[in-house]
């Protein structure tokens, strides 16, 4: 079911708080929910991202991982049309993005929901009131359509018995959930996170992990999420893209990253410079590629705040990209 066109139904969405519903397999003979060619993106001089291509297929969910500062979250902002590229091209449901009117991305956004880490809730606002603000905004839905919708929203978050309270008064994790349902608000077709499980403790992200995997096997949702914790990334991926000082290192199927991850460490003359940096990421090894590259920025450089040219380069990695 295509379900913009199903719109903001609420007997879909029961239908589907409920548990009902088989979620789309992803095909790979239907064209990418999302699209993106030979971004660059610059702030001044440095360049952020450098020519990523990705897509995603609807029903997936991708990880995107990489170090901090290596492009994750300007990636994210680049997809949803928050920021324009320097070049390249985003395209969402087969339509590019990136030299659209503000009132034909409006309407785009309408169909993808964003949970940031801070939750991003309203704190003079209850729960309700967060979940009901997109709903207010962006439908004609009468009153109590809309309670009924945020009620849904809720039970599908596990917050229904604490829709009144506000913000203050609930967990970090709690935060989470109910920024997710607000995300929710308009059935979106796509979600996108950016580390949704930083700062909870296991369970509580185990539960966030859960309740995403839930909502692509039961909505059917497209997801696409940033995170640093590994457990919850190979929990929910079916892809894993990695990125590497704006430039994507790995885009495959989870299962070779997990192979890459337990590959012996005997065996490490078996594996390019890339899959070395990258199992080292996955395990959250001390000691690799990527601790010697750190210690290769000279504390010459730092204080002059500009390359030292005798300085020994830390190893060149060279970008595998797998369509
Ligand atoms: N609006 C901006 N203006 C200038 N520089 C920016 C801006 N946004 C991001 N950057 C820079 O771009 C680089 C990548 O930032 P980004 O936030 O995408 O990294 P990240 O991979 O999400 O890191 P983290 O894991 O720490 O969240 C950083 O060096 C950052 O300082
Ligand atoms: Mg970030």
Redesign the pocket.
């Known amino acids: 079911m295509n379900q913009s066109e199903s719109g903001t139904d609420a007997s879909s969405l029961s239908r589907a708080a409920s548990g009902g519903g088989a979620a789309p397999a992803p095909a790979s003979d239907e064209p990418p929910i999302i699209a993106v060619d030979g971004l660059i993106k610059r ?1 001044g001089d ?1 360049v ?1 991202l450098d020519g990523v291509d990705l897509s995603v297929n609807p029903g997936e969910t991708l990880v995107v991982m ?1 170090g ?8 994210l902002r680049l997809i949803i049309g928050s920021l324009v590229p320097d070049a390249g091209d985003v395209r969402l449901f087969g339509r590019s993005i990136c030299h659209m009117d503000e009132e034909a991305l409006n309407e785009v956004r309408k169909r993808f929901g964003i949970l940031f880490q801070s939750g991003a809730l309203f704190n003079s606002m209850t729960l309700a009131e967060n979940v009901a603000l997109p709903l207010q905004e962006h439908t004609t839905l009468d009153h109590s359509t809309i309670d009924i919708m945020v009620t849904i929203k809720l039970e599908l978050v596990g917050l229904r018995e604490h829709a009144d309270k506000y913000p203050a008064q609930i967990s970090g994790g709690m935060k989470k959930r109910a920024g997710l349902a607000r995300a929710l608000a308009l059935d979106p077709q796509i979600l996108f996170y950016d580390e949704p499980s930083a700062g909870l403790d296991p369970v509580t992200s185990a539960q966030i992990d859960q309740l995403i995997a839930d909502l692509t096997n039961k909505l059917g949702v497209t997801s696409v999420v ?1 995170t ?1 914790e590994m457990d919850s990334a190979f929990r929910i991926a079916d892809r894993m893209i990695m990125l590497d000082r704006g430039r994507v290192l790995m885009i495959d199927e989870r299962q070779r990253f997990e192979r890459l991850r337990d590959h012996p460490g005997d065996r490490l003359s078996e594996l390019d410079d890339a899959s070395k940096l990258i199992r080292q990421f996955l395990r959250g090894d001390a000691e690799g590629p990527i601790t010697q590259r750190k210690s290769s920025t000279g504390y010459a450089e730092d204080l002059l705040g500009r390359p030292v040219t005798d300085r020994t380069e830390g190893p060149a990695v060279e970008a595998t990209r797998v369509a």
Do not use: E, I, P
Request: cysteine-free; hydrophobic content about 30%; glycine content about 22%.
């Open positions: 702030f440095q952020v990489g901090s500062g290596s492009g994750k979250s300007t990636l940033v640093h």
